[in-house]
Nanobody, 117 residues
Framework: VQLQASGGGLVQAGGSLRLSCTASGIAFSAYGVGWYRQAPGKQRELVATIGNRDNQGVTTYADSVKSRFTISRDNAKNAVYLQMSSLKPEDTAVYYC?????????WGQGTQVTVSS
């Protein structure tokens, strides 16, 4: 199983980025997917999740990103996206994706997002 996160970069406050997480080696539609982030000196925190085919892709968001971030998935492409808008300096972090199915968990490598003020 491989997870590849991409799309990070440097953006000014108020700008937008779209992160992608692509998977191989799994029946992707059966997995719930989450985006997490970890800022320097802080614990990793949950940003957004999207359910698998069994729960019709229900989404959840951390309060800090509601109305600014949107998680979506394209099972045909084995991909999950995190559209981030109205970015703030406090969104600066390494962003990670994670897939979960039953007791199986797999993390992808992170992608750095830096928001300048």
């Amino acid at each position: 199983v491989q997870l590849q996160a991409s799309g990070g970069g440097l953006v000014q406050a108020g700008g937008s980025l779209r992160l992608s997480c692509t998977a191989s080696g799994i029946a992707f539609s059966a997995y719930g997917v989450g985006w997490y982030r970890q800022a320097p000196g802080k614990q990793r925190e949950l940003v957004a999740t999207i359910g698998n085919r069994d729960n019709q892709g229900v989404t959840t968001y951390a309060d800090s990103v509601k109305s600014r971030f949107t998680i979506s998935r394209d099972n045909a492409k084995n991909a999950v996206y995190l559209q981030m808008s109205s970015l703030k300096p406090e969104d600066t972090a390494v962003y990670y994706c994670k897939v979960v199915s039953g007791g199986y968990v797999r993390w992808g490598q992170g992608t750095q997002v830096t928001v300048s003020s």
